[in-house]
């Protein structure tokens, strides 16, 4: 079974700065893609920062400029700065790939670290 384990979160101020990081529990066979989600109590997930093995990277529209993506073979970081109060939410690692060369691709979900950034 694979399991991303997170870490990095916590509480700042705005204007702070944190890193995320996630790693996976077990190789994965292949990686597709790695990204980071966020989700707001009630509200639907969305996506923080992606990039792909050919280190290809994609934004939310209210982190561009203000977040960095970066892998290191199947671990994933996210540098965050110039947080916002409105970046409080729990953040979810995500990997994309095949757990063995007979596996079929599938979404994996670490358990979630929160992120809570005071005014």
């Known amino acids: 079974q694979v399991q991303l384990v997170e870490s990095g979160g916590g509480l700042v101020r705005a204007g702070g700065s944190l890193r995320l990081s996630c790693a996976a529990s077990?190789?994965?066979?292949?990686?597709?893609?790695m990204g980071w989600y966020r989700q707001v109590h009630g509200e639907q997930r969305e996506l923080v920062a992606s990039i792909t093995t050919a280190g290809i990277t994609n934004y939310g529209d209210s982190v561009k400029g203000r977040c960095t993506i970066s892998r290191d073979n199947a671990k994933v970081y996210l540098q965050m700065n110039s947080l916002k109060p409105e970046d409080t939410a729990v953040y979810y690692c995500?990997?994309?790939?095949?757990?063995?060369?007979?596996?079929?691709?599938?979404?994996?979900w670490g358990q979630g670290t929160q992120v809570t950034v005071s005014s």
């Open positions: 077990v190789t994965i066979f292949s990686i597709d893609g």
């Open positions: 995500n990997i994309r790939g095949r757990r063995e060369w007979f596996s079929s691709t599938s979404d994996y």
